[in-house]
């Protein structure tokens, strides 16, 4: 089974930053495409950004575009996402999965990001 440890959340004001991470293990990490998903209250889980198993694709969700990066450490088994310019409306928690989904892989605990204005 691959276990998903999401950190780096906190309170930010409007236009700052924060650094997530994502820990994963399972020896088959490398395997997966990954992707970050956010849910803020009373909403639907979204996609935010996604990368391919090597790094070399990726992909943001327009809201993001611009503002977040994705990127991975496969030696190191971890997803980063780096958000910069952050708004009010990027407040969520933040979760990590394999994109596609993997169905034996659930969602973590994820971590919240709150953004004030």
């Known amino acids: 089974q691959v276990q998903l440890v999401e950190s780096g959340g906190g309170l930010v004001q409007a236009g700052g930053s924060l650094r997530l991470s994502c820990a994963a293990s399972?020896?088959?990490?490398?395997?997966?495409?990954m992707g970050w998903f956010r849910q803020a209250p009373g909403k639907e889980r979204e996609f935010v950004a996604s990368?391919?198993?090597?790094?070399?694709?990726?992909y943001y969700a327009d809201s993001v575009k611009g503002r977040f990066t994705i990127s991975r450490d496969n030696a190191k088994n971890t997803l980063y996402l780096q958000m910069n310019s952050l708004k009010p409306e990027d407040t969520a928690v933040y979760y990590c999965?394999?994109?596609?989904?993997?169905?034996?892989?659930?969602w973590g605990q994820g971590t919240q990001v709150t953004v004030s204005s």
């Open positions: 999965n394999p994109h596609p989904r993997v169905p034996s892989i659930g």
């Open positions: 399972g020896r088959t990490f490398s395997n997966y495409a």
């Open positions: 990368i391919a198993w090597s790094g070399g694709s990726t």
